[in-house]
């Protein structure tokens, strides 16, 4: 069993910044595959970024790629998203996950594990 919170969401302006962390309960951890989704009002859940347990493997969606980096530290339980050059379209409630192993990294249903979410709000 895993819980995870996410936290470091907020109110930013366009081409701003946010680091969210996802602290993750639990023994385990480092035997997870983590994620990030977001969601924004009337749409689907959307991938964000994913990294393998041993950080040797990152992915991410096509939104973020080139502003966003995602990184893990095991010995603190957490896992990090770096947002760069925010824009007005990342709006959304961003959630963590974790995956005891994956298939499709950028697939919801891949993940067993899901924090309550962190709202970021980029205003134009």
């Known amino acids: 069993q895993v819980q995870l919170v996410e936290s470091g969401g907020g109110l930013v302006q366009a081409g701003g910044s946010l680091r969210l962390s996802c602290a993750a309960s639990?023994?385990?951890?480092?035997?997870?595959?983590m994620g990030w989704f977001r969601q924004a009002p009337g749409k689907e859940r959307e991938f964000v970024a994913a990294i393998a347990w041993s950080s040797r493997a990152t992915y991410y969606g096509d939104s973020v790629k080139g502003r966003s980096t995602i990184s893990r530290v095991n010995a603190e339980d957490t896992v990090y998203l770096q947002m760069n050059s925010l824009k007005p379209e990342d709006t959304a409630v961003y959630y963590c996950?974790?995956?005891?192993?994956?298939?499709?990294?950028?697939?919801?249903?891949?993940?067993?594990?899901w924090g309550q979410g962190t709202q970021v709000t980029v205003s134009s």
């Open positions: 996950a974790a995956a005891t192993t994956w298939v499709t990294p950028n697939a919801p249903n891949e993940y067993d594990y």
């Open positions: 639990g023994r385990t951890f480092r035997s997870y595959a």
